[in-house]
């Protein structure tokens, strides 16, 4: 009978020790008993061979849900340095089913790109059952470990694929690393990557979002982690990490948010308290959540103070320069401070340089709730203080220059709640008008409220009016009533006046839209003809249909008709050919 220490079972075994032609061979049998159950022999053979086949059921050990079953079998050669070994087991729990694969000298190439050989290795490959009983997990996973050739590290290999457990933040989450890990005395080691790495998975937000994270070093980079002390209260560690990072939210074809870095330079050191140094520095951090920006010349920096608790540490981005398609280039000066395992809070600005443009930026994290939320607001913006409005939306393919009258003011807000992505924000217009060669707007009013960012979304019953609109056509007294869904425009409603005449607008059969035209003058309709030499008299009307593709409308169908007698003449004033009227 073995009586182990506590957390581990007692077991009953009859052994029985024997010698052959070739050696001591020990047999090992399970004693009568609701115990676990081991059976098996150790036996040796000729020319310096041992071999193991042991099999084990009913096993309960500690924290390990149970019971675990499980078979080895081995086989070794030589004494000493010159030992040979190959082991092969198989492990059965509730909730996981494990293979184990080892040998002296190790075969195959499945130690880390840039190693050399290894003398030995150990591959375990684990595959979760997912039991509802177990409230286990399901995925798989594969850990080789390999000694190095040199004998002074060991290098791993690390994946995983389709992991979920109730403990885990994301669902179907995978991971994949190579590395080597270097003992550096007194219970210190370093583990460095070689090589890219990746993790990611599937958020818990009900729609199972794609989110992913990968480091490359590149020709120079690397990343370490240095720690001594174990979890015990004298651990203490330092990271130095030297490469590019990137990520993303969404699926790879459109994602939410997606971009990295480039030249990214950081280090940080922790202790039994927590984090205790952090500093970071890229030459740029491209994202599209910044409106398809580049982050450039950013310093990350931040210190702790755990004396006192009410504030333990804060972090400092300083010096940044954002400079982008969509947006202006933006100076960032933003802090985050509190208590990561209490409440965070962000906040900060981001003030335009060579605009008077200035967001406000705030935030907030409960641990505890793990809630959270960031908003970016702009402060009122009075349009008449920027000499050229192209300067605002450099990406939005506007003839310069553009000047302005009125305010614009609004904001986007982000918030995190248990797994769950949010998106909101709204965009306020009074008394804006445009000038420009090709736009005009004049008295443009109105708010758009978005409860949904990814992709836009609104409330129904959205309304802007404007006093008159040139462009492609000339509008005026326009009063539109839509609803933004799926990222693209659903009109409600609206009315306009053109050319003298009036057009109605209403909802069509799959969110299309339908435009009734009463009373419009056709000379006013086509100035160009008129320019061009033809008379032109008459009234048109009809009905034209149309949908929006993302927020452009396309007219598909319809016409427009003379609404009474009407004259369309040309006169030769030049002498030659008519003119074209689209001139």
Not at 75 to 101: M, N
Not at 109 to 133: F, I, L, N, R, Y
Not at 292 to 311: I, P, Q, V, W, Y
Not at 540 to 552: K, M, V
Request: aromatic residues 4%; negative net charge; proline residues 7%.
């Amino acid at each position: 009978m073995l009586e182990p220490g506590e957390g581990w079972p007692a077991c009953a075994l009859a052994l029985n020790l024997s010698r052959t032609q070739n050696g001591l061979k020990l047999t090992v049998e399970p004693a009568p008993g609701a115990g676990p159950q081991v059976s098996g022999t150790v036996a040796a053979g000729g020319d310096n061979t041992t071999k193991a086949d042991l099999t084990v059921t009913g096993l309960r050990v500690r924290d390990w849900p149970g019971p675990v079953a499980g078979h080895m079998t081995g086989q070794f050669v030589g004494r000493g340095d010159t030992a040979r070994w190959t082991i092969s087991a198989i492990v059965d729990t509730p909730d996981a089913h494990l293979t184990l694969e080892g040998a002296r000298p190790w075969v195959g190439d499945q130690h880390p790109v840039g190693t050399a050989a290894a003398p030995w290795g150990v591959v375990v490959k684990a595959q979760g059952t997912g039991t509802p009983a177990a409230a286990g997990w399901s995925g798989s996973g594969q850990l080789t470990l390999t000694g190095t050739a040199d004998g002074r590290a060991l290098a791993l290999a690390l994946s995983t694929e389709g992991v979920t457990a109730p403990e885990l933040p994301l669902m179907a989450s995978f991971l994949s690393l190579t590395a080597t890990a270097t003992p550096r005395g007194d219970g210190a080691w370093t583990l460095a990557l070689v090589g890219p790495a990746q993790a990611g998975g599937r958020l818990r937000d009900g729609q199972g979002t794609p989110v992913s994270l990968g480091w490359d070093p590149g020709a120079d980079g690397h990343l370490a982690v240095t720690w001594r002390g174990g979890l015990g209260k004298e651990r203490r560690g330092h990271v130095d990490v030297q490469g590019a990072v990137v990520g993303r939210l969404g699926p790879a074809n459109a994602p939410l948010v997606a971009g990295g870095t480039t030249d990214l330079r950081a280090a940080a050191d922790w202790d039994a308290g927590g984090l205790s140094t952090l500093e970071a520095t890229a030459a740029s951090l491209a994202a599209p959540v910044l409106l398809n920006a580049r982050l450039e010349g950013a310093h990350l920096s931040a210190g702790f103070d755990r004396t006192h608790r009410g504030s333990p540490w804060q972090v400092t981005l300083d010096g940044g320069r954002v400079q982008g398609t969509v947006l202006p280039p933006l100076a960032l000066a933003v802090t985050l401070s509190g208590d990561p395992a209490g409440t965070l809070t962000l906040a900060g600005q981001a003030r335009g340089l060579g605009t008077p443009l200035v967001l406000g930026v705030s935030g907030h994290w409960t641990a505890a709730d793990q809630r959270g939320e960031a908003a970016a607001v702009l402060e009122p913006l009075t349009l008449s203080a920027v000499p050229d409005l192209t300067q605002l939306l450099p990406g939005a393919g506007l003839a310069a220059p553009i000047s302005g009258l009125g305010t614009i003011a609004g904001g986007a807000r982000l918030s995190w709640d248990q797994g769950r992505l949010a998106g909101s924000g709204d965009l306020r217009a009074e008394g804006v008008s445009l000038f420009g060669p090709r736009l005009s707007i004049d008295g443009l009013d109105g708010q758009v409220t978005l409860d949904g960012l990814f992709p836009l979304h609104s409330p129904p019953a959205q309304r802007l009016k404007a006093k008159a609109i040139g462009a492609a056509l000339a509008m005026g007294d326009v009063g539109v009533e839509f609803q933004l869904a799926d990222g693209r425009v659903l009109l409600q409603g609206g009315d306009l006046s053109w050319a003298g005449g009036h057009v109605h607008l209403a909802p069509d059969e799959d969110g299309g839209f339908s435009a009734t035209v009463s009373g419009v003058d056709l000379a006013r309709a086509l100035p160009g003809w008129s320019a061009a030499g033809y008379t032109l008299q008459g009234t048109l009307g009809g009905r034209l249909l149309g949908r929006f593709e993302g927020l452009t409308p396309v007219l598909t169908y319809g016409g427009l008709e003379a609404e009474g007698p009407g004259h369309i003449g040309y006169s030769d004033r030049s002498g030659g050919r008519p003119g074209s009227p689209w001139s």
